[in-house]
């Protein structure tokens, strides 16, 4: 039997990944995380989609969280997407007034989601995106991804991000209007079309 000495950093080993689902959706979802705009605010927006695999099936037990600034671009700093009864604990969701820029929405039966927000605002020098966040079964760790809304092409073009794209992969992370305020966004794992997913370190 080999001893590993853990008492210094650098001889402690790194240990694998592990699966992130599906257990996952047992706790983590929560009812209306999908309704990130104030309720009734006349700028609100649909962003729509599927979230498939390899082989092109649809997930049934997926959830994306999206995260995006206001209108005007500035990244919310409130409290309550999750709010919770302080006698109960009980779950009394969002107080449907302030934007929070934060929601968490798992996919049906089909694979399908969607969510309600604002459309966000510029941030720098890079176009307006929502931030995007996948799980799913068989992912070892998470996946990012942007998701940029047409309208601006110009502002499009002059991303830093989409301009260093290859142009047959861009269009991935560009939604597709639909018309009256519904955006559509698939999220490919991989295979054909794959999503563009985006490394952090």
């Not at 502002?155 to 009256?180: F, H, M, V």
């Amino acid at each position: 039997m080999t001893t590993i000495d853990t008492s210094r950093p650098e001889s402690v080993q790194p240990t694998p990944s592990h699966t992130v689902g599906p257990f996952y959706g047992y706790a983590l979802p929560f009812p209306g995380g999908g309704d990130i705009a104030p309720v009734g605010h006349p700028d609100t927006i649909t962003v729509q989609g599927y979230i498939y695999d390899g082989e092109g099936k649809p997930l049934p037990d997926a959830f994306v969280e999206l995260w995006g600034p206001d209108p005007e671009g500035n990244l919310s700093t409130t409290d309550g997407s999750i709010r919770r009864d302080p006698a109960s604990g009980g779950y009394l969701g969002r107080n449907g007034v302030e934007f929070t820029g934060w929601g968490r929405i798992q996919t049906d039966a089909n694979g399908h989601w969607y969510a309600r927000t604002l459309r966000p605002g510029a941030r720098g020098q890079s176009a307006p995106y929502l931030s995007a966040c996948v799980f799913a079964r068989g992912l070892l760790v998470h996946l990012f991804t942007r998701i940029y809304l047409p309208g601006d092409e110009p502002t499009l073009t002059a991303d830093p991000l989409l301009s260093g794209l290859d142009p047959a992969r861009r269009g991935t992370l560009i939604a597709r209007d639909e018309g009256r305020g519904t955006y559509r966004f698939d999220i490919r794992l991989q295979g054909e079309g794959e999503t563009v997913f985006l490394e952090f370190q």
